[in-house]
Nanobody, 115 residues
Framework: QVQLVESGGGLVQPGGSLRLSCAAS????????MNWYRQAPGKQRELVAS???????NYADSVKGRFTISRDNAKNTVYLQTNSLKPEDTAVYYC?????????WGQGTQVTVSS
C-alpha cells in the first residue's frame, strides 16, 4: 500500500520559515519524481517545486529564491524548506509522487502565514 505522509506545517509569522517533510512508503522512492503542490482556499492546486530522480529541481516563479526542495533516498523522504514566508503562501501543501503511469498524493499539511 502506497502512503505519502506530510508533516511540518503550522502557523508562522511573515518572514518566517518552515520545513515540510513527506515520508513515502510502498514505492521505489528513488525512481519517482517528487513534487510539492499547494492549494489556497478558492484557488486551483498549483505546482510549487519538483525534484527528479536524478536530483534536478524546478520551482514556481512565485517561490524561486525562497523555497528549496530536496530528497533523501535513504529515508524515502522529500523536503520543502520554505523561507521568507508571505501571507500569500498560506495554503494546504501536498506531496506528490510521479513515475510513468503511477501518481500518488499525500493528505496535505496546512501552512498559515499570518501575524
Amino acid at each position: 500500500q502506497v502512503q505519502l505522509v506530510e508533516s511540518g506545517g503550522g502557523l508562522v509569522q511573515p518572514g518566517g520559515s518552515l520545513r515540510l517533510s513527506c515520508a513515502a512508503s510502498g514505492i521505489t522512492f528513488s525512481v519517482y519524481t517528487m513534487n510539492w503542490y499547494r492549494q489556497a482556499p478558492g484557488k486551483q492546486r498549483e505546482l510549487v517545486a519538483s525534484i527528479t530522480s536524478g536530483g534536478s529541481t524546478n520551482y514556481a516563479d512565485s517561490v524561486k529564491g525562497r523555497f528549496t526542495i530536496s530528497r533523501d533516498n535513504a529515508k524515502n523522504t522529500v523536503y520543502l524548506q520554505t523561507n521568507s514566508l508571505k501571507p500569500e503562501d498560506t495554503a494546504v501543501y501536498y506531496c506528490n509522487a510521479h513515475y510513468s503511469l503511477h501518481n500518488y498524493w499525500g493528505q496535505g499539511t496546512q501552512v498559515t502565514v499570518s501575524s
